[in-house]
């Protein structure tokens, strides 16, 4: 569930923190990916979807291989996030695609793939809220790419322990439609 309160005063004092308790929620991650991915299937009508965008896991992420794996399974094309001059792009990926770990630290498709533009962005997050604000990594490409996509839907995918009731925000972050985590999902605003 959301947490009550945020006690912390400043987006790199909750990275820190949510690091911290990632790491310690890691060692379940295989297990409580699968309660994620079926929490998203069973809100979502995969039915409908023709692109789902993802991020491939890094650190201890909450991991989205199983939901790969099932869009995949149901021929719904998957994309994942690479940045050329600065900007965040989705390339359509398969299994059969390498991945390259880049220099922003995390795995990326080929430039060579087909830029998409998904109609679903699964958003890794370090940190969430109930009205739908996140804290990412600091870089500020999901923020970017929202401000030139934003009648995209945002699924913020995290565990239930970094869900807080309130986080600091700028007037130019991401704005989550929903949230899925392995206990919970809030819809934001509804775009389906």
């Not at 959301?2 to 379940?28: A, C, D, P, V």
């Amino acid at each position: 569930m959301l947490k009550e309160k945020n006690n912390f005063q400043t987006k790199s004092q909750i990275r820190k923190q949510s690091i911290r308790i990632r790491k310690l929620l890691g060692i379940y991650k295989y297990y409580r990916s699968f309660s994620v991915m079926k929490n998203f299937i069973q809100y979502f009508n995969v039915n409908l979807l023709k692109s789902v965008g993802c991020y491939w896991p890094i650190n201890s992420e909450i991991d989205t291989r199983p939901l790969i794996t099932y869009l995949m399974k149901k021929k719904i094309s998957v994309a994942l996030p690479i940045i050329i001059d600065n900007k965040m792009l989705f390339k359509q990926w398969g299994p059969k695609d390498k991945l390259y770990y880049s220099r922003y630290k995390f795995y990326s498709p080929s430039q060579k793939l087909k830029t998409i533009t998904p109609d679903i962005i699964i958003t890794p997050a370090l940190a969430l809220d109930c009205y739908g604000n996140r804290v990412g990594y600091g870089k500020g490409f999901y923020d970017k790419y929202y401000y030139n996509n934003k009648s995209k839907i945002y699924v913020g995918y995290n565990y239930n322990e970094l869900s807080f009731s309130a986080l600091p925000f700028e007037k130019h972050d991401l704005k989550l439609n929903a949230i899925v985590t392995d206990a919970f999902v809030k819809i934001i605003e509804v775009k389906i």
